[in-house]
């Protein structure tokens, strides 16, 4: 059966490195929907988020997490 879709956000720092953005708890954050990963993102990152809109590149994502066919 497979598992509903899940999606993670990550950040790209100066080096051009893309990172997972960790909960409080240290674990990677994962959203249900694409929707709520964009919404975290511009509530935690929301400097980036707008000079994505205006300065080109990207420096933040949200990726949906693929399953892994051996688990």
Do not use: C
């Amino acid at each position: 059966m497979a598992r509903p879709q899940q999606f993670k956000i990550q950040v790209e720092d100066d080096r051009g490195i893309w990172s997972n953005v960790l909960g409080d708890d240290g674990r990677v954050l994962v959203f249900s929907t694409e929707d709520e990963g964009r919404a975290e993102l511009a509530r935690r990152y929301p400097v980036m988020v707008q000079m994505e809109k205006f300065a080109g590149g990207k420096h933040t994502r949200v990726v949906r997490i693929l399953e892994d066919e051996d688990d």
